[in-house]
């Protein structure tokens, strides 16, 4: 089962930054939180993962919460192709099979 | 472009019937996980291989099959066509290194099954 919450759909105007939460309380000190989005049926796509300190890279930020908690993907200013579905997940490093477990995401539509 | 190729895209097959589809990881990837993705359940893993060897199943059908062949390249076999077997199935790769460090997987573009 996933182990993060997040809201089912939210919406932006473009050019102004998306902030997408993640709500991920039950998290372990082994778990990575990651971050990954799937435009309309292609494959999902990552865009960034963090452990405890906030990062950033060429498509977004990832905001982590001080007692990991929670967390925020910031797209610093959104465009329409950035209308996808966004799925936030934890990873246990400790899990031999690294695999992915999927929720059910967030879609984001971002709006002209 | 992940890198990570799959075929077919599309595949149009009849109740009862086989299938392969066929994944080519990244250059260098080591594991191969498979995903199903249908209207009314989302992306659900169902296996992973890493070097030829089964590491974790999911909720992967008796019916379906999977292996990984030397050169690493991932089939995943789909027997007893059902009409509910109609999906979405990603492939994806990652490299792994002893100590986990946040390696990321990275998904093909899939292949479409419609079971007719």
């Known amino acids: 089962d996933a182990k993060t919450t997040q809201p089912p759909s939210m919406d932006c105007a473009e050019g102004r930054a998306a902030n997408l939460p993640c709500n991920h309380s039950t998290i372990s000190g082994n778990e990575y939180v990651y971050w990954y989005r799937q435009i309309h049926s292609q494959g999902p796509q990552y865009i960034i993962h963090g452990l405890k300190n906030n990062e950033t890279n060429e498509m977004a930020s990832l905001i982590i919460t001080e007692d990991r908690k929670s967390s925020t993907l910031i797209l610093p200013h959104a465009t329409l192709r950035d209308t996808a579905v966004y799925y936030c997940?934890?990873?246990?490093?400790?899990?031999?099979?690294?695999?992915?477990?999927f929720g059910s995401g967030t879609r984001l539509l971002v709006r002209p | 472009d992940s890198g990570v190729t799959q075929t077919p895209k599309h595949l149009i097959t009849a109740t009862g019937q086989r299938v392969t589809l066929r994944c080519s990881p990244r250059s260098g990837d080591l594991s191969v996980y498979w995903y199903q993705q249908s209207l009314d359940q989302g992306l659900q893993f169902l296996i992973q291989?890493?070097?030829?060897?089964?590491?974790a199943k999911g909720n992967i059908l008796e019916r379906f099959s999977a292996q990984q062949f030397p050169d690493l390249h991932s089939e995943l076999n789909l027997s007893s066509l059902e009409l509910g077997d109609s999906a979405l199935y990603f492939c994806a790769s990652s490299v792994e290194a002893r100590g986990f460090s946040g390696n990321t997987i990275y998904f093909g573009e899939g292949s479409w099954l419609t079971v007719v």
């Open positions: 291989y890493y070097n030829g060897e089964e590491r």
């Open positions: 997940i934890v990873r246990d490093r400790m899990d031999s099979s690294y695999k992915l477990i």
